[in-house]
C-alpha cells in the first residue's frame, strides 16, 4: 500500500529566504507526482506535475523534483514571500491505479 | 469558466439524517473523484469514477455512495450521517487519470459538513 510522507509538517521562515520542503512516498513505481498548494478554508491548486520519466519541474520560483529509486521529492520555494503562505501536499497514483494518495502536508508560513 | 462547483459550502447535519453533497464540472473531464479531509491529515479518497455511468469504490466508501448519470455531476450521497463523517470534502475533475498521462487536477472549493 502506498504511503505519502511529508516533512516538517509546518515551517516558518522569514521573508525572502530559500526553502525546501519534502516528501517520500514507498511504492516507487508511479507515473507522476504532484504537489498542491492549499489556502485555510480553499480548495486544492495544482502547482506541479512531475512525470515519473522527468527528474524535475519548474514553475516561477517552485522547483519540484523527482527521484524514484529513492522514494523522494523536494518543492523548493527561491525567495519566499507571505503570499506563499499556505499547506504543500504533494500526492502520488496508488501503484497503476487512478487512486491519488495524499501526505498530510507542510503548513508553510512567510513572516515579514 | 467555472472549473468544479460544489454546493452546498457549509452543513450541519443532525445524527441519521441524509444529504448529498452536489459537485458540477465545466470542463468536460471524464474522470471525477470525492474526497474528505480531517484535521491534520491528508486527503482520503472516497469514490471516483471515469465516465458516466462508471464508479469505483476509493479508500474510505462506507456511508456514503454516488452515481454519475452525466458527465458533469458527481453527487456524493450521505444516507445516514454518523459523527465520523464529520469533514470537509472536495470533489475534483481532470482530463485523464492521475496514473497515466499526467493531466493534473483541479478540485472544488469543498464542502464543510459538521454532524452532531
Known amino acids: 500500500k502506498q504511503e505519502v510522507t511529508q516533512i516538517p509538517a509546518a515551517l516558518s521562515v522569514p521573508e525572502g529566504e530559500n526553502l525546501v520542503l519534502n516528501c517520500s512516498f514507498t511504492d516507487s513505481a508511479i507515473y507522476n507526482l504532484q504537489w498542491f498548494r492549499q489556502d485555510p478554508g480553499k480548495g486544492l491548486t495544482s502547482l506541479l506535475l512531475i512525470q515519473s520519466s522527468q527528474r524535475e519541474q519548474t514553475s516561477g520560483r517552485l522547483n519540484a523534483s523527482l527521484d524514484k529509486s529513492s522514494g523522494r521529492s523536494t518543492l523548493y520555494i527561491a525567495a519566499s514571500q507571505p503570499g506563499d503562505s499556505a499547506t504543500y501536499l504533494c500526492a502520488v497514483p496508488q501503484g497503476g491505479s487512478e487512486k491519488l494518495v495524499f501526505g498530510k502536508g507542510t503548513k508553510l508560513t512567510v513572516n515579514p | 469558466n467555472a472549473g468544479v462547483t460544489q454546493t452546498p459550502k457549509f452543513r450541519i447535519l443532525k445524527i441519521g439524517q441524509s444529504m448529498t453533497l452536489q459537485c458540477t464540472q465545466d470542463m468536460n473531464h471524464n474522470y471525477m473523484y470525492w474526497y474528505r479531509q480531517d484535521p491534520g491529515m491528508g486527503l482520503k479518497l472516497i469514490y471516483y469514477s471515469v465516465g458516466a455511468g462508471i464508479t469505483d469504490k476509493g479508500e474510505v466508501p462506507n456511508g456514503y455512495n454516488v452515481s454519475r448519470s452525466t458527465t458533469e455531476d458527481f453527487p456524493l450521497r450521505l444516507e445516514l450521517a454518523a459523527p465520523s463523517q464529520t469533514s470537509v470534502y472536495f470533489c475534483?475533475?481532470?482530463?485523464?487519470?492521475?496514473?497515466?498521462?499526467?493531466?493534473?487536477?483541479?478540485f472544488g472549493s469543498g464542502t464543510r459538513l459538521t454532524v452532531v
Open positions: 475534483a475533475s481532470s482530463a485523464r487519470g492521475q496514473g497515466s498521462a499526467g493531466y493534473g487536477y483541479t
